[in-house]
């Protein structure tokens, strides 16, 4: 009986110890992610630049869609560029609406940051973290869109806490966009 209760003592404490969120925050590989474009140094020189605060701990610094003058039935690419300010104790999701302006029509690109690759509960101060959604045009009427992202969880939305003149609205949404759906 005590031999097998030593060996079961002996067993636990050779276990790892767990890391805590801290650590694990920092022991994230993050590598594979710099080499797919996912964390980059600074901003592309094509993409537009803006500034939208979320919470004081995330800044949208800017923003690029590709193609410029999609047609309908197009995919198109919204990537946003997210400057982190503070480490989120929470992994948050990302929203992308394109609006049409005077009509009643939505498009959306919900998603997990990065495909799901890199939670913002991970995020590190100082990494700019570029996250490209694909929204289909399909069935959408030509319009001009204006584009919308932001954070959520649940029903809960992140705070716009400050932002560049026009490029927040009501809905705490930070304006990356606008553009035209079939000239």
């Given at each position: 009986?005590?031999?097998t209760?030593?060996?079961?003592?002996?067993?636990?404490?050779?276990?790892?110890?767990?890391?805590?969120?801290?650590?694990?925050?920092?022991?994230?590989?993050?590598?594979?992610?710099?080499n797919d474009?996912?964390?980059?140094?600074?901003?592309?020189?094509?993409?537009?630049?803006?500034?939208?605060?979320?919470?004081?701990?995330?800044?949208?610094?800017?923003?690029k869609?590709?193609?410029?003058?999609?047609?309908?039935?197009?995919?198109?690419?919204?990537?946003?560029?997210?400057?982190?300010?503070?480490?989120?104790?929470?992994?948050?999701?990302?929203?992308?609406?394109?609006?049409?302006v005077?009509?009643?029509?939505?498009?959306?690109?919900?998603?997990?940051?990065?495909?799901?690759?890199?939670?913002?509960?991970?995020?590190q101060?100082?990494?700019?973290?570029a996250?490209?959604?694909?929204?289909?045009?399909?069935?959408?009427?030509?319009?001009d869109?204006?584009?919308?992202?932001?954070?959520?969880?649940?029903?809960?939305?992140?705070?716009?806490?400050?932002?560049?003149?026009g490029?927040?609205?009501?809905?705490?949404?930070?304006?990356?966009?606008?553009?035209?759906?079939?000239?």
């Amino acid at each position: 009986m005590r031999y097998t209760l030593g060996i079961m003592v002996l067993a636990l404490a050779c276990q790892p110890r767990p890391l805590d969120v801290i650590e694990e925050r920092a022991e994230f590989p993050r590598d594979s992610l710099r080499n797919d474009r996912l964390l980059i140094d600074e901003l592309p020189k094509d993409a537009e630049r803006f500034s939208v605060t979320f919470e004081d701990q995330i800044e949208l610094i800017g923003g690029k869609i590709s193609p410029k003058d999609p047609k309908p039935g197009q995919e198109i690419a919204v990537t946003a560029y997210y400057k982190v300010l503070k480490p989120l104790p929470e992994s948050w999701k990302l929203f992308v609406h394109l609006d049409g302006v005077g009509i009643a029509n939505r498009m959306h690109g919900d998603h997990c940051p990065c495909n799901g690759r890199y939670p913002t509960s991970y995020w590190q101060p100082k990494e700019i973290v570029a996250d490209t959604t694909y929204i289909a045009t399909h069935g959408h009427p030509r319009a001009d869109y204006i584009v919308w992202t932001g954070f959520y969880i649940d029903k809960r939305r992140m705070r716009v806490s400050q932002a560049d003149p026009g490029r927040k609205d009501k809905d705490n949404r930070g304006r990356i966009a606008r553009l035209t759906l079939g000239q």
